[in-house]
């Protein structure tokens, strides 16, 4: 599993220094389908690498946020076009389960354009729940676009601006953090494979 998850970072941060700025844009737009990595790691990684000044920080924000917004209407009209159907066939290979469906289904349902707008702030929510719902409900495609575009663009910019004061000021983090590299490490690597643990028990369980 964790091999798997360096593997990707790897592969990520070798695409930012070939690909350069188009590389952010490409992997938000894959993110939300393609890649079972959060995107959150994937922008803080843009900052660290691809940001050294406040006009570059603005640019790479638009990029990426230009990507979600793709990424985000290929999947609305997917569940549009294919319905529930196809969902259902295919959602285990991308860790989502059909009680994940159905709590987002009623919270759009409940919420509306509200919905949509607050969970592209919230840190590792699944941004292909949100799409697939609004596509299946047949959401406005302009309302949809314009408040996915509006609500992820600050997160983004938000990311990317950790992950690039990250990388400026990283020798001074690592003096402070260095005494506890290992049990942070094993925080960390406890809680992603808890996770991964908890997503693949509840999918096996809902099919």
Do not use: H
Not at 68 to 90: P, Q
Not at 93 to 102: P, S
Not at 143 to 155: D, E, G, V
Request: hydrophobic share 50%; aromatic share 22%; net charge positive.
């Amino acid at each position: 599993m964790f091999s798997i998850e360096n593997t990707i970072i790897d592969w990520v941060i070798n695409s930012y220094n070939t690909l350069g700025y188009p590389g952010i844009f490409i992997f938000m737009v894959i993110e939300p389908t393609v890649l079972p990595f959060p995107g959150e790691i994937i922008l803080t990684l843009a900052g660290w690498l691809l940001v050294n000044n406040y006009f570059e920080l603005f640019y790479v924000s638009l990029l990426a946020t230009f990507g979600t917004l793709i990424g985000c209407i290929i999947e609305y009209y997917i569940a549009k076009i294919f319905g529930l159907k196809l969902i259902n066939r295919f959602r285990k290979y991308f860790l989502i389960t059909e009680k994940d469906i159905q709590k987002t289904e009623s919270y759009f349902l409940k919420y509306g354009y509200y919905f949509v707008f607050i969970t592209r702030f919230i840190p590792f929510f699944p941004k292909s729940l949100t799409s697939i719902i609004a596509g299946l409900y047949k959401m406005n495609i302009y309302k949809f676009s314009l408040i996915t575009f509006l609500a992820s663009f600050p997160a983004n910019y938000l990311y990317i601006y950790v992950g690039n004061r990250l990388g400026k000021n990283y020798s001074d983090i690592e003096k402070y953090i260095d005494p506890f590299k290992l049990p942070i490490l094993i925080i960390g690597c406890t809680l992603v494979l808890f996770y991964f643990v908890l997503k693949f028990y509840k999918i096996k369980r809902s099919i």
